[in-house]
């Protein structure tokens, strides 16, 4: 069945410091990818989205490019900050992910220390 | 932007006991409402999809007599947990969307809440 695996954490990292997250996926048919983000004590958030191969999502200086020939998503950014500091998750949906059939790795912890 | 709340945000009860979570939308109209699941160190795994004044639509494997969903208005949605027990104790994070785009929701998007801990002894 269609699946995420996502780098485990806890990433640490120096405010400046460049981010990779790892998330790899395995899916029938042309899924979207997407990354979420969860800050402490708050909901999850769209980070940014793809909705087919070789597309780009960025925002907020993370990046992510759909990978069809390697099923990656990686989000990346240059370079962190301390408020960037969360747990991000990486999720494959079907339809545009608007339905819910959204499947997510298990999350991966990030701190960035000043 | 599109808020969703979820209330309360933990709870511990007793087993046997029933606990119902709460999840509003607090500036948009959510036509659909999800109900996920985590557990420790897991992912999150949709539990069921309810649509406003219709049954919710369960995935396999979930119980629709344990958790019981009601979608009666455009803004709420609860999940009750019946007769719990320790093996319900997780995490349920609930979120929202709005088919139409109203208010500050864009109608492509899943909007979550900030998720329930359910601490059943």
């Known amino acids: 069945g269609d699946s995420v695996t996502q780098m485990e954490g806890p990433v640490t990292l120096s405010e400046e410091a460049f981010l990779t997250i790892n998330c790899t996926y395995t899916?029938?048919?042309?899924?979207?990818l997407f990354w979420y983000v969860q800050y402490p004590g708050e909901g999850l958030q769209l980070l940014l989205k793809?909705?087919?191969?070789?597309d780009k999502g960025s925002n907020k200086g993370f990046e992510a490019t759909y990978r069809k020939e390697t099923t990656s998503f990686h989000l990346e950014k240059g370079s962190v900050q301390v408020s960037d500091s969360a747990v991000y998750f990486c999720a494959l949906g079907l339809y545009g992910g608007s339905q819910g059939n959204l499947i997510f790795g298990k999350g991966t912890k990030l701190s960035v220390k000043p | 932007g599109a808020v969703v709340s979820q209330h309360p945000s933990w709870v511990i009860c007793k087993s046997g006991t029933s606990v119902k979570i709460e999840c509003r939308s607090l500036d948009f109209q959510a036509t659909t409402m999800f109900w996920y699941r985590q557990f420790p160190k897991q992912s999150l795994m949709l539990m069921a999809t309810s649509n406003e004044g219709s049954k919710a639509t369960y995935e396999q494997g979930v119980e629709k007599d344990k958790f019981l969903i009601n979608h009666a208005s455009l803004t709420l949605s609860t999940l009750t947990v019946t007769s719990a027990h320790p093996e319900d104790s997780s995490f349920y994070i609930c979120?929202?969307?709005?088919?139409?785009?109203?208010?500050?929701?864009?109608?492509?998007?899943?909007?979550f809440g900030p998720g329930t801990r359910l601490l059943v002894l």
């Open positions: 979120s929202a969307r709005d088919s139409a785009g109203s208010g500050g929701a864009s109608q492509e998007t899943q909007y």
């Open positions: 899916a029938t048919g042309y899924p979207s």
């Open positions: 793809a909705t087919k191969a070789d």
